[in-house]
Antibody, heavy 119, light 109 residues
Framework: EVQLVESGGGLVQPGGSLRLSCAVS????????VSWVRQAPGKGLEWVSV???????YYADSVKGRFTISRDKPKNTVSLQMNSLRAEDTAVYYC?????????????WGLGTTVIVSS | EIVLTQSPGTLSLSPGERATLSCRAS???????LAWYQQKPGQAPRLLIY???SRATGIPDRFSGSGSGTEFTLTISRLEPEDFAVYYC??????????FGQGTKLEIK
């Protein structure tokens, strides 16, 4: 069964750092694309970052230079290192598999982990 | 930068009615890379449609997608009670690499 499970969310002060993890089962992160998408309270979906099977990474302008996506092939996980956090980064963060078979749609999602940036 | 604009913001309909949701792109989007998602409160989004018109695995055939270029449509032929949710369109491949529309809330009238 394909499954993604996020962890690492919590309360952090503005300017602080947090590392989110996405544990994947049912497929290999080394040969698939995995993306992070966030949703601020009461707001819509915002794409954050993606890592491709070849290792290329891309970011939304709102997080570029502050967030870093990476993967651990042996552990089959994808991480999102978030630095210089701002109040506007407060959101539920989802990881999702991007499927080229589904036109690069995000076909499997985790349940999300909540990040709150507040003093 | 491609911006996706969805309309209407809220759609009030009754079960059994037909729903038509619109997604307009600020620049042409490849039909191959236009998707629709459904999200219910407290849940993760679910992929409904990819490639503008292909249903994802397990999606009922009352959901259909169409369109090309800058105009795309999600149609729900006969609304079931479980269809009332928020719907998002999403494009892949143009700067930014991915982007979502702001969503359409489908509510019970």
């Amino acid at each position: 069964e394909v499954q993604l499970v996020e962890s690492g969310g919590g309360l952090v002060q503005p300017g602080g750092s947090l590392r989110l993890s996405c544990a994947v089962s049912g497929f290999a992160v080394s040969s698939n694309y995995v993306s992070w998408v966030r949703q601020a309270p009461g707001k819509g979906l915002e794409w954050v970052s993606v890592i491709y099977s070849a290792g290329s990474t891309y970011y939304a302008d709102s997080v570029k230079g502050r967030f870093t996506i990476s993967r651990d092939k042996p552990k089959n996980t994808v991480s999102l290192q978030m630095n210089s956090l701002r109040a506007e980064d407060t959101a539920v963060y989802y990881c999702a598999r991007v499927s080229w078979e589904a036109g690069y749609g995000m076909d499997v999602w985790g349940l999300g982990t909540t990040v709150i940036v507040s003093s | 930068e491609i911006v996706l604009t969805q309309s209407p913001g809220t759609l009030s309909l009754s079960p059994g009615e037909r729903a038509t949701l619109s997604c307009r792109a600020s620049q042409s989007v490849s039909s191959s890379f236009l998707a629709w998602y459904q999200q219910k409160p407290g849940q993760a989004p679910r992929l409904l449609i990819y490639g503008a018109s292909s249903r994802a695995t397990g999606i009922p055939d009352r959901f259909s997608g169409s369109g090309s270029g800058t105009e795309f449509t999600l149609t729900i032929s006969r609304l079931e009670p479980e269809d009332f949710a928020v719907y998002y369109c999403q494009q892949y491949g143009s700067s930014p690499m991915y982007s979502f529309g702001q969503g359409t809330k489908l509510e019970i009238k």
